[in-house]
């Protein structure tokens, strides 16, 4: 159970201890293992599995952030904070798999670049996941949010596709260095932190409600 007064360690650890984010880090990795099962070459072959994994692991933390997002934007701020981490820790985890493959594959992308920016780009995926789930219980259309969520990173990438730029598309993100789509998910993951850095609720209700009691 997630208590506002825990640290942000401790929130982390019991988001993540949770059965619903235990199913999603499970199936998440099951996902990347799958792709290295299929793409990686025979004896001989030229491999390529870091293309495939990189698009794969980058979709899958996007619809990730995108639904939790969606889902807890009208929980309390800790377990919004707590949320948060544990989807960063979700990149942690999958590093080793992006560390082989591009040992592997040798593409000529940076490795600096498939290692650091899945952190700001879930941050930023997250907050829009937020976002979305605001504007639709204020719509009241919350029951719509399982096709909201898919819905929403498929307008992005077909944003970016007819405009011809790389701002939300995550198929494309970790491909090629961009410094436009950098700027976005660093400027939305900065805008996330800053709403997850708010004050909790929690004591600001127990406040009203000592208020109330005089």
Known sequence: MIRSG???FALVASR?????????LGLFLAAQLFVLAVRWPG??????TWFALAQARMVLLALA???YGAAESGTLTSTRRATAGALLMFVALSAPFDVATYAASYP???WWWSSLLPFPATLAYYGVGLALGRVATWARIGALLPLLVPAVLV????GDV?????VFNPLTSLLHVSAVHLAAMTVLAAGTAVWLGRPSEAPRR?????????
């Open 6 to 8: 825990q640290g942000v």
């Open 16 to 24: 993540l201890r949770s059965a619903d984010m235990l199913q999603a």
């Open 43 to 48: 004896a001989g072959g030229s491999n390529e």
């Open 65 to 67: 952030a995108l639904g």
């Open 108 to 110: 000529a992308v940076p």
């Open 155 to 158: 307008a992005g990438v077909w």
């Open 162 to 166: 007819r405009l011809g730029i790389d």
């Open 206 to 214: 127990r406040r009203e409600d000592r208020k109330a009691d005089r």
